[in-house]
């Protein structure tokens, strides 16, 4: 990312930040209507004791401001530790980075599972990054080998994917439920650089994240119900459990399941079917590849 682009990022992520807070919740009076929400600009240049016109050329892209003047921006306008670096981040300042973790790798008892199940199932780990999933889970939410490896985070995905604002009956919740998460993922690994900048990403690209994450709820559900519109099969009602691996407990499997008999199963045994004729052509398709390199 270029320098212009980074401080044109950083001015639009201050200026969502500024405009989630009201006079209130920065001990100012509110003095008159405001035709927009938020905080003005020279309220937080106020606050931050900077000139608004120094303050507007930092919000507009056009200057790089020093560090401490990112750290009094960063305390008027509420800043979580996790924006306050991506903030940093995008500036180019230099901060104290924690050693970036190696890449997750699915726990091979897990994988067993997996691979032993007919019910849809899929590991997550830190921030709810998807590890891995087996072809029925890859048939009811979406094709994740095709997402590339960085961006294969469950979040993410809720959040950009049109198609899961379709695929859940009540996308909203869901949404909310995976931002509390979140917070409860900061709560353990407050220094991964990697959870910061999802994050502020998000929270840069969607003002409905941006307004849950401000509100700062917490969730760590175990199981659940959730209702599906798919594409193939139609309405589906299915059960979620979640069990956290006793040798790693940033991995857990999650597994979906119908009740027995009921409509909801049929379909996805119907579903399953549909999976499993996939396969066998995606892996033939493979093999004819694979023979045609070897023949050429």
């Not at 200057?63 to 921006?73: I, R, Y």
């Not at 997402?147 to 996308?171: C, E, G, Q, S």
């Not at 009921?262 to 396969?279: C, G, H, Q, Y």
Request: with cysteine.
């Amino acid at each position: 990312m270029s320098k212009n682009v980074r401080l044109s990022e950083l001015g639009d992520f201050l200026k969502a930040r500024r405009g989630e807070l009201s006079p209130a919740d920065v001990d100012l009076p509110e003095t008159s209507r405001r035709r927009v929400p938020g905080l003005r600009r020279e309220e937080v240049a106020q606050l931050a004791s900077i000139s608004t016109e120094y303050y507007t050329r930092i919000e507009q892209g056009r200057l790089n401001a020093s560090g401490p003047v990112l750290l009094d921006l960063a305390r008027v306008l509420r800043l979580g530790d996790d924006q306050r670096d991506y903030m940093l981040e995008l500036a180019g300042k230099e901060r104290a980075k924690p050693r970036r973790r190696s890449t997750q790798q699915v726990r091979p008892q897990l994988r067993r599972l997996l691979d032993g199940t007919d019910a849809p199932a899929l590991v997550l780990g830190r921030r709810m990054d998807v590890l891995a999933w087996n072809p029925l889970a890859a048939a009811l939410f979406t094709d994740f080998a095709k997402v590339p490896a960085k961006d294969r985070n469950y979040v993410r995905i809720v959040f950009t994917d049109p198609a899961y604002r379709t695929l859940y009956d009540d996308w909203a919740t869901v949404a909310r439920t995976c931002v509390s998460y979140l917070h409860m993922e900061v709560a353990r690994h407050p220094d991964d650089p990697q959870l910061a900048a999802l994050v502020g990403e998000l929270s840069v690209q969607d003002p409905q994240f941006r307004k849950w994450w401000a509100a700062h709820q917490v969730a760590q559900n175990a199981s659940g119900t959730k209702h599906y519109h798919h594409p193939l099969v139609g309405d589906l009602t299915l059960d979620w459990d979640a069990f956290t691996c006793p040798t790693d407990p940033d991995q857990q499997i999650i597994f979906h399941s119908a009740e027995p008999g009921s409509p909801s199963d049929e379909r996805l045994r119907i579903l399953a079917s549909w999976a499993a004729t996939n396969e066998v052509q995606k892996h033939a398709a493979t093999v004819e590849s694979t023979d045609a390199e070897d023949e050429s």
